[in-house]
């Protein structure tokens, strides 16, 4: 079993920087290795939306429009980490992030942005943006 364990959140001015990882849990039986990894936000009051993704090989990343630019995705199989690396951050980028993950032994480049695409959450970390 999978385990996600999200860190890296915090408060922020506009403006700033922060970075989220994304681990597999020493609890977990399964590392990332073949897995699509995603990160997901959701503001109070608003739907989940997708931030950005990156295939399991890691040559394939997405981002949504609103984060193209500010935000990066990487990850270290080594380390069994997923990044997500935030710049210039925006009182709207205020939400709790969450990372995903899905297992895609066959789709090394597959990076998709649908949440029903993941089958495995980490439990969120909050990420402020304010003066």
């Known amino acids: 079993q999978l385990q996600l364990v999200e860190s890296g959140g915090g408060l922020v001015q506009p403006g700033g920087s922060l970075k989220l990882s994304c681990a597999a849990s020493a609890a977990s039986t399964f590392t990332l290795e ?5 990160w997901f936000r959701q503001a109070p009051g608003k739907e989940r939306e997708a ?16 984060v193209k630019g500010r ?6 199989n080594a380390k069994n980490t997923v990044y997500l690396q935030m710049n210039s951050l925006k009182p709207e980028d205020t939400a709790v992030y969450y990372c995903a993950a899905e297992f895609w032994p066959d789709g090394p480049e597959v990076a998709p942005m649908a949440a029903g695409s993941f089958s495995t959450w980490g ?5 402020t943006v304010s003066t």
């Not at 935000?71 to 270290?76: A, E, Y």
């Open 51 to 66: 931030v950005s993704c990156v295939s399991s090989s890691g040559g394939s990343t997405n981002y949504a429009d609103s």
């Open 123 to 127: 439990q969120g970390t909050q990420v």
């Open 34 to 38: 073949y897995h699509a990894v995603g």
């Open 71 to 76: 935000f990066t995705i990487s990850r270290d």
